[in-house]
């Protein structure tokens, strides 16, 4: 009994060995970990096959059968890839639009699993497993920039404020880690923390590790946002969403822009370019001074100052004022229609609390026929008739 049982253990040893020494790929020569006497894996191997098997995956074949065909899966080990991998271990079909490994795939955040469920082909630091830490290649020798060219993503600004399309404002701040690989203290990117994070912060979109330094604006950011606004409108985007569509506004921070600019903002209301709108009933009116987070209305010269430079000229939205009234923002002297003997507009009517504004130009007579005798002491307020401007 006991010689039969020897032979019959050397046999089982045998086995094993042929079953661990086929587990080695003969095209790169890589050796699977296998324990011949247990006969199994190392205990991690779930977790950390997938790097094994892009080494070589004909070495998986001969114990577990194919991996692309589910009748002949299984082989000797009678355990098929797809008792896991139910859905085949390479991308679903569609995997190259970027609705697929962008919006649904990399943007998302990664997901942990308990062996054996398999995790879903989410978050930058999932495609990393076979793409690589930088995204060059890697085990699939497939460089993600072979498409971004320059990372793994799409090329600045990376935006859709729809949400359809792959946007960087919808990327799950649980890939944090894998973004500040690239974008620590605002690497590689437009905007930079003015106070970079202490050392050893974790990752955050919003800590200063990266970009951007805080989840908030400045506290006067309802009265100046509009020059951030007239400068780059997109990026107002990526966190409000849509500026011209009510329906599509809000974006990742739920806050619309419409939620203040009920009437809208983008342009002008409609007839805004004829002189009755943009003068009479705009820039000759006093200035409105508002309380956040009640809008002002489009009257006094000041206000158009905000969009269109404090010289007019155009600085911010690049039209200028001049572009049709040649000398000023306002019509050439002496600035007066009339209808008959009535005055209809003219700049006796503006008023006066745009005076500020005049004396950009019109400073002890400056650009005028009309110079005070005397001009009024430095520091005198602006006036119509102090000798500050035209009149003594």
Not at 203 to 216: E, I, Q
Not at 289 to 308: D, Q, Y
């Amino acid at each position: 009994m006991s010689r039969t049982r020897l032979m019959l253990g050397s046999c089982f040893a045998v086995v094993l060995a042929l079953l661990s020494g086929s587990c080695a790929g003969t095209a790169n020569k890589t050796v699977v970990p296998f324990n011949a006497t247990a006969g199994a894996h190392p205990k991690t191997w779930l977790a950390d096959h997938w790097a094994e098997y892009f080494k070589g995956p004909s070495q998986c074949l001969t114990c577990h059968g194919s991996i692309q065909d589910s009748a002949q899966a299984g082989g000797i080990s009678k355990v098929s890839c797809r008792s896991c991998h139910t859905k085949g271990v390479f991308h679903p079909a569609d995997w190259a639009l970027p609705g697929q490994h962008g919006r649904l795939g990399a943007e998302l955040a990664p997901v942990v699993t308990v062996a054996p469920v398999v995790p879903p082909m989410a978050g930058f630091a999932h495609c990393a497993k076979c793409h690589g830490s930088s995204y060059d290649g890697g085990l699939a020798a497939v460089s993600c920039k072979a498409c971004h060219t320059s990372a793994p993503h799409p090329a600045k600004p990376w935006f859709d404020a729809t949400g359809a399309k792959p946007s960087h404002a919808f990327v799950s701040t649980a890939n944090a880690p894998e973004c500040v690989k690239c974008h620590a203290g605002g690497a590689n990117s437009v905007l930079k923390p003015p106070t970079p994070a202490a050392s050893g912060t974790a990752p955050g979109c919003y800590n200063a590790t990266m970009c951007h330094s805080t989840g908030a604006h400045p506290t006067t950011w309802i009265q100046d946002h509009w020059a951030g606004y007239v400068a780059t409108p997109d990026q107002c985007q990526a966190c409000h969403g849509s500026t011209t569509n009510p329906a599509q506004a809000g974006g990742i921070s739920k806050v619309s822009c419409f939620s203040c600019h009920t009437k809208g903002f983008v342009t002008h209301p409609t007839g805004w370019a004829l002189p009755a709108q943009h003068g009479a009933q705009g820039a000759m009116l006093a200035p409105v001074a508002t309380s956040a987070p009640t809008i002002p209305v489009m009257t006094g010269f000041m206000h158009c100052a905000k969009c269109h430079g404090s010289t007019y000229g155009g600085v911010a939205t690049a039209v200028s004022c001049k572009s049709c009234h040649t000398k000023a923002p306002h019509p050439n002297g002496p600035w007066q229609t009339y209808s008959g003997s009535v005055l209809l507009a003219g700049h006796e009517q503006t008023d006066n609390a745009n005076l500020p504004a005049c004396s950009v130009c019109h400073l002890h007579g400056a650009n005028s026929n009309r110079v005070p005798s005397k001009p009024a002491p430095a520091g005198t307020a602006p006036g119509c008739f102090n000798a500050t401007l035209c009149h003594g």
